[in-house]
């Protein structure tokens, strides 16, 4: 069942015109996963943004209550749920932007790779839907691990008709979020202004926070930055533990994902230089997929950017992510080629 929000108040009339007459386009953006721990609260603020014309909410539960409750929202976008699996491809159908974060989250104890067998199924069905559907959206992959679940999406693009590389990103987001906020409370600095590229993948050690080109700029010792960059790989750790069973984080991720999909959505607007850090297909190291710096615009990846001058101990940082991360990037690939 489709749950439509009828935009009848005057408030919603006036925002609509205003909206025409200065030309913002039409964006349509599918939240997959909606109903779930991020999927809420990230729907939640896709509905605040007003780059956002149309919200198709997909979730195989639960999704009538959420999109309902949304749907009440004073705000620019129309929303619609998807309830189940007859209606994935209407989800799908005209999107700009695909978020997905569908799957399970990890449980105390758990790494991101245990959840590799469930996730990469629903990645895959999702991916097969999404090349059917929408097969030129910008995919934002929240799903974990990251670090195979983008590859399974690349191959089952690949097998699906034309492959473009640039439409697909992992949301590694949260990882810089979590590094800006622990670099300013221990560089004394105001958050607002921090600066912090975070390259490699998105798990553990495959965490590689640059604080040596952090700004604004401050003294850190080796001790601290060392404990900085371990708090960052581990900070999804923290939030398991501190949930104790109720899953990962849920409200961070969500803000995260929904700085990611803006920058997403603004990059297709044509606002020149946009810039953030994503897990995407790459030359920069030997590796095919690694995140960096990617500039974003009216196709998606406009250009990946180098991982500039690193410092000794990310420089080792670097040669020590490499062989995990390889070997994420190739139970993905052997998974989806089965
Ligand atoms: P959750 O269990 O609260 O929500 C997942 C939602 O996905 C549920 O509503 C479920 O019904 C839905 N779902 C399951 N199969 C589906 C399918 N085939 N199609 C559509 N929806 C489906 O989990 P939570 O906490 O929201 O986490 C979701 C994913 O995000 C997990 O894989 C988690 O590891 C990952 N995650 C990623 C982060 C990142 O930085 N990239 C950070 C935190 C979590």
């Known amino acids: 069942r489709s749950i439509k929000s009828l935009a009848t108040s005057p408030s919603s009339h006036i925002l609509r015109r205003g909206y025409a007459s200065e030309a913002v386009p039409q964006r349509k953006v599918t939240v997959l996963g909606a109903a779930g721990g991020i999927g809420q609260p990230l729907s939640l603020l896709m509905k605040l943004n007003p780059l956002v014309s149309n919200l198709a909410l997909y979730d195989i539960a639960n999704t009538p209550g959420v999109a309902a409750d949304i749907s009440h929202i004073n705000t620019r976008s129309e929303v619609v749920g998807y309830a189940s699996d007859a209606e994935l491809g209407k989800a799908l159908e005209g999107a700009d932007v695909v978020i997905i974060p569908a799957g399970v989250p990890r449980k105390p104890g758990m790494t991101r790779d245990d959840l590799f067998n469930i996730n990469a199924g629903i990645v895959k069905g999702l991916c097969e839907a999404i090349a059917r559907h929408c097969p030129k959206a910008l995919i934002n992959m929240i799903s974990n691990p990251v670090n195979s679940t983008v590859p399974i999406a690349a191959e089952v693009f690949k097998k699906a008709g034309p492959y473009d590389p640039k439409r697909l990103f992992g949301v590694t987001t949260l990882d810089v979020v979590r590094a800006k906020t622990f670099y300013a409370g221990k560089a004394m600095v105001p958050v607002a202004e921090v600066n912090v590229p975070v390259v490699g993948g998105h798990a553990g050690i495959t965490i590689l926070p640059l604080f040596s080109q952090a700004t604004p700029k401050a003294n850190l010792s080796d001790e601290e930055i060392t404990a900085l960059t371990k708090r960052t790989q581990d900070g999804g750790t923290e939030v398991v533990e501190a949930k104790a069973g109720k899953g990962s984080a849920t409200l961070s ?12 959505l603004k990059g297709l607007n044509g606002v020149p230089d946009v810039i953030e850090c994503s897990f995407v297909q790459s030359t920069v190291t030997d ?5 960096s710096k990617v500039r974003l615009g009216k196709n998606g990846v406009e250009e ?35």
């Open 253 to 264: 991720m969500a803000y995260a994902g929904a700085i990611f999909a803006d920058a997403c």
């Open 287 to 291: 590796l095919p997929f690694f995140a």
């Open 304 to 338: 990946v950017l180098g991982l500039g001058p690193l410092s000794d101990y990310e420089k080792e940082g670097l040669e020590k992510l490499k062989p995990e991360l390889k070997s994420s990037i190739e139970k993905g690939i052997k998974f989806a080629t089965q």
